[in-house]
């Protein structure tokens, strides 16, 4: 078990390694200049010397290979460096906004949880039956309509039309737990519908596959109620590709979630990061990417351990 | 002499259709409402949301301010937090007019030197009096030669700054200045303690920061001894970013805010039409093209510009890109608002596909040509204009392709001379022609200019009219850069847009400044009160 | 022209249509509008629906059918060449990285994950920034996003595929690696992948409209979805229609390549779908009959028909017909036949078992409970069914591998079945299971109720499965060839032990054994009722039956076993080596007599007359043939013989 997670740990780091290096040479590659974008925001004109004076302070005229070193260095001691734009340091900021991506892309997903699991199984076990073609037909829907648009419809009906939450925004908790629940409802919904189609898909060809099994008729002979031989012999067997797809999107979530971010004002990581890649400030980006990549690395080892807890078959090695 | 253009900020009358639909989901949703009956909406009323104790203006701005350094250009949304914290020797008062701000007069001995009076009662956030000190190190570091302000090159023009007592300052200039004052009503040119640490510069204006979450909201509160009695009004102002513009308003339709900056174009009619909500509309912005003129090709000449200025059909731009909200630009940008009144029906663009058509055909390119057309896709505004004037330069032959990249790129693409044609958006910060200097005047390549235009006439004219003090004087010379503006083309003109603040009616005091001023509007934070 | 040729299987149809119709609709736009997708009238921006124009105008005023159509060329084929693209690279990778491993494994699967870590937007938002936005830079950024999926898969299929033996063979017999890839290993992962293949076109289509929402995709004034909904966003509330239609032109794509590959999936994979094996969703019935019992028996069939409702039309087909058996009290009873004679449905029908598609349409099942009250299973309602299973009768199958859930403990399987039928402390439960499992021989007991399934041998599966089907003192035990699957030493010592419970268990024991091989059902059976195409054929004492039988079936049936009393030397294959041919299909059975196919003794009037079951005059034993002395004996039996002469 040590030896594995020694092996595991050694190959992300040389994963993350990559990433980094791969992030540093396409952001040297991007066109854009932050100091002279920094300085020429609506329109306005900056002069070369303010842009030169600026690029100087910010660090971006020293040799490419130092600021790589810089960037190693820094990576390897956890310390991002400061944004260029307004001299926060990265850390900081993601400290701040990751969990606001993680608490929406956690309640989405118990959103997702709660309604695709239970209509998965139950179109599964019926494969071919209303329920399951009317979901189905309605899970298109819901893949096909972006979220933005969903989220824009949402604002409208429930926001400016009833008037039950507000339109969009962000207070921590501890500001307003009341106020700062409101705020999330809508945007939950929008990344619990997204997951919502994926597990339902998930589980129902899951579902569909482990009802056949030689064990759930033995279960059913046993004399077991349908629901106990539903949830013991079916769905707890069907999990194992359910976690992994779920850790997937979770993973990729973490970095996407943005265009909805964007629609309700959620100030989380991945608008960060959009803002970021657009004000060409470079060592947000990296330092994004690679808390993200580490993420993913966790998320998919999480997985990894959970499946092999879900089904004693499988040895980690 | 001075005479106010009337921009027609309305509609044009032929369009039904968005008024029709908006009167049917107006009707559909109060028909609804009273259906599901009154207790629906009693459940969760906006109107609780950040509750408004005591005074506290809600602000909705455009994006989160990327930097609030008091003389570095950081954008609008900066720009409106940046005049709560810091105040210059001038300033606007809420009427728009300009006035002595932290100064209390000033004078002209000669066109060279002003003498300012500071006002006794002026202090820092941090107690300690503004003294002639105090300006003299604001503006030493603002032409510092490490200093990315945005009027460092504005304020090289200055010789010499001396104090010639405790309140008294006097400013030298090198040449004659008309727009002197109106550089130092800029909201890049607050004072700033002289004792201020780097990285937190201490000014003296209405508000202090108390709060703010990177991303999400700045507050500021009202600072107690600031040196306009009775003001400010309000205790507090919190601006919250919402970058999607949708949003933007629903969030000012569900009353989460008192105000908003860039209403978008399609919702004006929303707002016009409401009982709860007004509009302050005015033109600011124009919309225009620049050229590649380094490149040898169909733009060198000025011939070729100029048909491209007779192919646009400028109102559709105007119909198309912006709801109908603005009006054809179809000479110099004379800034709305502006003292001289340079239109002269003989150096205007009218729309004429024959004339462009013939004015290729003359220029060598009777079967036109293709080209590629820069925009950007970041703003809709841009690649919706780019479109538009696409169209139209195809029914003269000139076969565009669009390039639009996100504005990062388009900025240095501008600047590199990446491009043959580019739509662009611009503005300047006060209503007189000398604001167009930076978009006209020769120097470094810049992504606001036409890549390579240099125009000894236009530069010379630009010079001429800083140094003249005599009103008649400046206006002929800007009736004459009127011209060369059209005989030289280092633009093509296309349209004003409007920009709008929008808020609650029960919103007093705050005014959207108008023409190019507006992105000084927030001076009137002062007199502003929620309700 | 081959499309006749082509084998589409029924069910892609309907999907294919669909979607062809929706592809060709849009390449049949210039048919379809004359209006041109890029024209603008400003005057006429945001017009309704008029003859012009079907969808109305756009807020440049362009035709929004011309652009809805146009658009879906543009993002069908964006699609298409990006989720081919990246199917093509994927492919390779994950192909080359799984056959070769080593060093080619890492980098293929590495360079995979990398492009995984990053997060698609911000992978779109660089490449488009660098490469700016358009047409291609979309296809090559959808590529780039999609291909790890397929290299991913490529991966895992040519892993599973490689260990096959038929490429272990040709590996073997020096074949050169790219033959192998290409004409062995790609043909054999072409299903899964093309199944990906359909899922990322569709993902591709949305993700497309999510970047040409961010200004990352294709340039206008090129019409795409994405394009229009990002500008008709912002004017959804005065003209909903504009949203409206590129989204659901969007949805109806999604749909049709949705409905297609989950279709695909079916036909290339059909396990999930057949619903016969399915025992969760089997149907409940409410009524429940009061029947009689013979005073030594413990279950009777009688005259039970089970049919397969084919279709909707009410085509039915008879599975088991007509059949009757009684399972005597503390007695063996055997049912023999081949596979697909229809006694394990039968004996599913005694489980109350029977898959939904599958109904009793006539008959009874009579059986007596432990408390002594008869019941019929043909009518049960789902709660006394579940009451009864594994409580008043059990059963063991054929197959130990599988019939324990893999990822549950065996001891938890167990305790489930205690908990419920009886109010039972863990403790208590625990300690009973381990008794029951000492009992069936099993040694450590305790430390194997703590085991999982695949911890355990064959032959100590199958022990487990006797010991959980007797954990509730079953008055009816039904064994469905519970040895077929294990060694031939294992047989030996699981009949032994069958055996030794039936003595052992208190309360007495009945139990159904089901079997082909009637070496070891000489060893167990009492009585032996031998089935045939959803029959009894033949039935009576297993002595009697099995050294004297009447019935020309069973008579083949003894030929093929090598040696019937040199113990339990089976063969384990199911198939009679002494008579040629296999059993009819349940929908062509023979005129008369099923097996006259392949009866060596049959004549003209077996293909004139059903057999019906003859009973012997003193009524203990019965066959199915004219010939047969049983038929004989009964004088209808000679009358109709008469008159058929």
């Known amino acids: 078990m040590i030896r594995f997670a020694l092996s595991r740990g050694l190959a992300a780091l040389l994963m993350l390694w990559i990433v980094g290096t791969v992030v540093f040479a396409v952001l040297f590659i991007v066109p854009g200049d932050p100091a002279e974008l920094l300085l020429s925001s609506d329109g306005e004109v900056a002069s070369q010397e303010s842009i030169d004076n600026l690029r100087h302070k910010m660090g971006l005229d020293r040799p490419i290979a130092a600021q790589y070193l810089d960037f190693l260095t820094g990576a390897i001691q956890f310390d991002f460096g400061s944004s260029l734009i307004d001299k926060v340091p990265v850390g900081e900021t993601i400290s701040l906004r990751l969990p606001r991506t993680l608490e929406l892309i956690l309640a989405g997903l118990a959103l997702g949880l709660i309604t695709g699991i239970p209509a998965g199984t139950l179109a599964g076990l019926r494969p071919g039956k209303s329920f399951d073609q009317v979901v189905s037909a309605a899970n298109a829907i819901l893949i096909s309509v972006p979220g933005f648009v969903t989220g824009t419809l949402f604002i409208y009906i429930f926001a400016q039309w009833l008037r039950w939450l507000p339109a969009g925004g962000y207070v921590s908790f501890s500001a307003d737990p009341l106020l700062h629940l409101k705020l999330l409802a809508l945007p939950a919904i929008t990344v619990g519908l997204h997951l919502f189609s994926i597990i339902f898909r998930m589980t129902r060809a899951s579902v569909l596959e482990m009802r056949t099994h030689d064990w759930v008729r033995t279960a059913v002979a046993k004399g077991l109620q349908r629901k106990l031989v539903v949830r013991r012999h079916v769905l707890r067997n069907a999990l194992g590709p359910i976690v992994t797809v779920v850790g997937l999107q979770m993973g990729i979530l973490l970095g996407s979630t943005v265009l909805i971010e964007f629609v309700y004002n959620w100030p989380g990581l991945s608008g960060y990061l959009v803002t970021a890649v657009q004000q060409r400030d470079y060592p947000s980006v990296q330092a994004v990417i690679l808390v993200v990549s580490a993420l993913f690395i966790l998320i998919n080892f999480m997985v990894e351990m959970i499946y092999s807890a879900l089904d004693p078959r499988i040895r980690l090695s | ?531 | 022209m081959t499309f006749a040729r082509l084998p589409i299987p029924r069910r892609m149809i309907l999907p294919s249509l669909l979607l062809l119709l929706l592809v060709s609709a849009m390449f049949a736009a210039p048919l379809l509008t004359s209006a041109d997708p890029i024209q603008i009238a400003i005057s006429k921006r945001m017009a309704g629906p008029s003859w012009g124009h079907p969808f109305g105008q756009d807020e440049f005023g362009r035709d929004r059918m011309a652009r809805v159509l146009y658009g879906g060329q543009v993002s069908l084929t964006v699609a298409f060449l990006a989720s081919f693209i990246a199917l093509a690279i994927g492919t390779f990778i994950g192909l080359i990285g799984a056959y070769f491993r080593g060093p080619f494994e890492f980098i293929a699967m590495r360079v995979s994950d990398v492009v995984l870590f990053f997060p698609p937007i911000l992978l779109a938002l660089l490449v488009v920034t660098i490469f700016g936005p358009g047409a291609t830079t979309l296809v090559a950024v959808l590529a780039l996003l999609y291909f790890p999926s397929f290299s991913r898969i490529a991966y895992a299929e040519t892993l599973r595929v490689s260990a096959l033996d038929f490429v272990e063979a040709s590996r073997a017999l020096g074949t050169r690696p790219r033959r192998i890839v290409l004409s062995t290993i790609l043909p054999n992962i072409l299903g899964a992948i093309s199944v990906q293949f359909s899922l990322t076109a569709a993902a591709t289509i949305t993700v497309e409209s999510g970047l040409s929402f961010l200004g990352l995709g294709v340039v206008p004034p090129a019409p795409s979805w994405g394009q229009m909904i990002r500008g008709a966003r912002g004017f959804m509330d005065q003209d909903p229609l504009g949203i409206f239609v590129p989204c659901a032109a969007l949805c109806l794509t999604i749909y049709s390549i949705n409905f297609f590959c989950d279709r695909l999936r079916d036909v290339l994979d059909p396990k999930g779908m057949e619903d016969g094996k399915d025992a969760v969703s089997s149907a409940s019935k409410t009524t429940s009959q009061i029947v009689e019992l013979a005073p030594d028996n413990v279950a009777e069939l009688s005259n039970l028909t089970l049919v397969y409702d084919q279709d909707k039309s009410g085509t039915q087909v008879e599975l088991v017909r007509d059949l009757t058996l009684t399972i005597q009290r503390n007695k063996c009873t055997a049912l023999v036949g081949e596979s697909g004679s229809g006694k394990s449905l039968t004996s599913l029908a005694l489980m109350a078992l029977l898959p939904s598609a599958i109904r009793p349409a006539n008959g009874h099942i009579a059986i007596e409970r432990k408390s002594g009250a008869t019941v019929d299973l043909t009518s049960l309602d789902t709660k006394t069914a579940e009451a009864v299973r594994g409580n008043d009768i059990a059963m063991i199958f054929q197959e130990p591998m599988t019939s324990l859930n893999p990822v549950l403990r065996v001891g938890a399987q167990m305790m489930e079945t205690l908990q419920a039928h009886m109010e039972l402390s863990s403790d208590d439960a625990r300690d009973r299971c381990i008794a029951a499992l000492e009992r069936v021989g099993i040694p450590e007991a305790a430390r194997r109720f703590d085991s999982y399934p695949h911890e355990l041998s064959g032959g100590m599966r199958q022990r487990m499965m006797i010991a959980m089907a007797l954990l509730c003192e079953p008055k009816v035990l039904i064994a469905d060839e519970p040895t077929t699957a294990l060694d031939v030493t294992i047989q030996a010592e699981i009949i032994n032990l069958l055996r030794d419970l039936r003595a052992d268990q208190a309360a007495g024991l009945s139990m159904l054994f089901i079997s082909h091989n009637l070496g070891i059902v000489a060893d167990i059976a009492d009585s032996v009722a031998v089935m045939y195409s959803g029959e009894i054929v033949e039935q009576g004492p297993a002595e009697q039956v099995l050294f004297d039988p009447h019935h020309p079936y069973t008579a083949a049936l003894l030929e093929s076993m090598p040696s019937l009393h040199n113990e339990l030397h089976s063969s384990r294959g199911d198939r009679l080596g002494a008579i040629a041919g296999t059993p009819p299909l349940r929908h062509s059975r023979p005129s008369g007599c099923s097996f006259r196919d392949r009866c060596p003794k049959a004549q003209d009037l077996c293909a004139e007359f059903h057999p019906a079951l003859y009973s012997s005059e003193d009524g203990i034993r019965a066959a199915r043939c004219l010939l047969a002395p049983e038929a004989t004996a009964a004088t209808a039996a000679t009358e109709m013989l008469k008159e058929a002469m």
Request: a negative charge; aromatic letters at 12%.
């Open chain 2, 1 to 531: 002499m001075k005479r106010h253009k009337t921009f027609q900020l309305s509609k044009r009358g032929d369009i039904k259709m968005p008024d029709l639909s908006q009167n049917k989901l107006n009707v559909s949703r109060r028909s609804v409402l009273t259906g599901i009956g009154a207790g629906m909406t009693a459940l969760a009323l906006p109107g609780q949301t950040w509750a408004a104790d005591g005074k506290t203006l809600r602000y909705g701005l455009s994006t989160f301010p990327p930097g609030l350094s008091p003389w570095n250009n950081t954008g609008n949304s900066s720009n409106n937090v940046k005049l709560c914290l810091y105040r210059g020797l001038m300033g606007y008062d809420p009427e728009a007019n300009l006035v002595a701000e932290v100064a209390e007069s000033y004078e002209w001995p000669d066109p060279k030197t002003v003498i300012f009076k500071l006002r006794d009662n002026a202090v820092f956030h941090n107690g300690e009096p503004v003294t002639a000190e105090d300006v003299i190190f604001t503006f030493d570091s603002i032409v510092a030669e490490e200093s990315s302000a945005y009027l460092k090159s504005s304020f090289l023009n200055i010789e010499k700054i001396e104090a010639l007592d405790a309140k008294t300052v006097k400013f030298s200039l090198k040449l004659p200045s008309a727009i002197f004052l109106k550089e130092l009503s800029n909201y890049c040119a607050g004072l700033v303690w002289k004792g201020s640490a780097p990285d937190n510069p201490i000014g003296c204006g209405p508000f202090v920061k108390t709060a703010d979450e990177r991303g999400v909201f700045i507050e500021v509160t009202k600072f107690d001894d600031f040196y306009s009695p009775d003001q400010p009004i309000c205790d507090k102002i919190r601006f919250t970013a919402y970058a999607d513009q949708n949003l933007r308003y629903a969030a000012l339709e569900t009353g989460d805010v008192d105000v908003i900056e860039y209403l978008p174009w399609p919702q004006f009619d929303a707002v016009e039409q409401s009982e709860t909500l007004k509009i302050g509309a005015t033109v600011s912005p124009f919309m225009l093209m620049l050229f590649n003129v380094a490149k040898e090709g169909p733009f060198k000449d000025p011939k070729v510009r100029q048909a491209v200025g007779y192919a646009i059909q400028r109102q559709d731009v105007v119909d198309g890109a912006f709801a109908g909200r603005g009006t054809p630009l179809v000479g110099m940008p004379n800034p709305p608002g502006s003292p001289y009144d340079v239109s002269d029906p003989s150096i205007e663009y009218t729309f004429d596909p024959e004339k462009a058509k013939a004015m290729l055909a003359e220029a060598g390119y009777p079967n036109g040509f293709s080209c590629r057309l820069l925009a950007t896709s970041t703003y809709g505004m841009h690649q919706d204009t780019a479109s538009i004037v696409q169209a139209y330069l195809q029914m003269i032959g000139i076969n565009t392709t669009l390039d639009l990249p996100d504005w990062a790129t388009r900025v240095k693409k501008g600047k590199e001379g990446d491009y043959d044609i580019a739509v662009h958006g611009l503005s300047g910060y006060y209503n007189d022609p000398n604001a167009l200097w930076p978009l006209l005047h020769s120097g470094p390549a810049n992504y606001t200019r036409s890549f390579g235009f240099e125009s000894a006439r236009i530069d010379e004219l630009l010079e001429k009219g800083r140094a003249t003090m005599d009103e008649a004087e400046r206006g002929a010379i800007y009736k004459e850069l009127a011209k060369a503006y059209f005989e030289e083309v280092p633009q093509v003109p296309i349209n004003w847009r409007a920009q709008a603040h929008a808020m609650q009616k029960p919103v007093k005091g705050f005014k959207a400044f108008p023409g190019w001023l507006n992105s000084s509007s927030a001076y009137s934070f002062d007199v502003s009160e929620p309700s």
